[in-house]
């Protein structure tokens, strides 16, 4: 399974990572990838990257070392309903949102209410995907989430990062990924890099799908071409 675009990168303005946005872009360029998200930590978390990041991020070129760097964010999810660390100013002026839960920001709870955080993250317009939703920290109903996403017309991410730093993951991302296919529900894959090293690192993700079967047609993340065409579908639905 070839995948050329990574949705889900950090850099040092995320404040726990450890590369920076050229060296992102120039092991993905080794990689041979197409594009690459920047998507660092919302305000939410400590030392995260501050509101101001995605107006900094259009003063950027579109190409870096050859290859297409979209301007993103990876928002924290702050409830249950769903409301999310950064300003609408600043999302409207996104490329590419995920929408994420870390232990740091909000508390783990009933199998309810996470789910109802990623079902209501999903209803914002700005919200391209929920990130990391197999962690095994937030236990959710999977089919709701997913259908909420077929509803919305969102993504759902399959982070390869997952199934090697969040126990259980291997259990609970081929759920996410046999529903998406049974549902023909879209999603991306991403390595979730906080190191320059990991960019398009999408082995184990990789393996698991080609597992389940999944059609390469329902991966937006396939290629630069099948991303863009997400994309413009998003400029139509924030306007």
């Known amino acids: 399974m070839k995948l050329l675009v990574d949705t889900h990168t950090h850099t040092v303005a995320s404040g726990h990572a450890y590369s920076t946005l050229r060296e992102n872009a120039l092991f993905a360029a080794k990689k041979g990838l197409e594009a690459f998200c920047c998507t660092d930590h919302g305000p939410g978390i400590e030392g995260g990257a501050p509101d101001f990041i995605i107006s900094v991020l259009q003063g950027l070129p579109d190409i870096l070392e050859g290859v297409r760097m979209i301007r993103g964010c990876e928002l924290n999810i702050l409830d249950s309903e769903g409301n999310v660390d950064l300003p609408e100013k600043y999302m409207q002026r ?111 993700a990789a393996r698991a799908l080609e597992a389940e079967g999944f059609p390469e047609e329902l991966i937006v993340s396939r290629s630069l071409g099948a991303f863009t065409e997400y994309l413009k579908e998003r400029e139509k639905r924030i306007k």
């Open 94 to 204: 996104s490329e590419f949102l995920i929408a994420s839960m870390h232990d740091i920001v909000i508390p783990q709870d009933t199998v309810e209410k996470n789910t109802a955080a990623l079902v209501n993250a999903l209803r914002n317009k700005y919200v391209d995907v929920v990130g990391h939703p197999g962690n095994p920290h937030y236990p959710v109903h999977i089919e709701e989430v997913v259908d909420a996403a077929k509803k919305y017309d969102k993504l759902i991410e399959i982070n390869s990062h997952s199934f090697l730093h969040r126990k259980g993951s291997d259990k609970t991302c081929p759920q996410f990924i046999r529903l998406c296919k049974r549902k023909d529900v879209r999603i991306t894959v991403s390595s979730d890099a906080h190191a320059c090293y990991n960019v398009g690192n999408f082995e184990e």
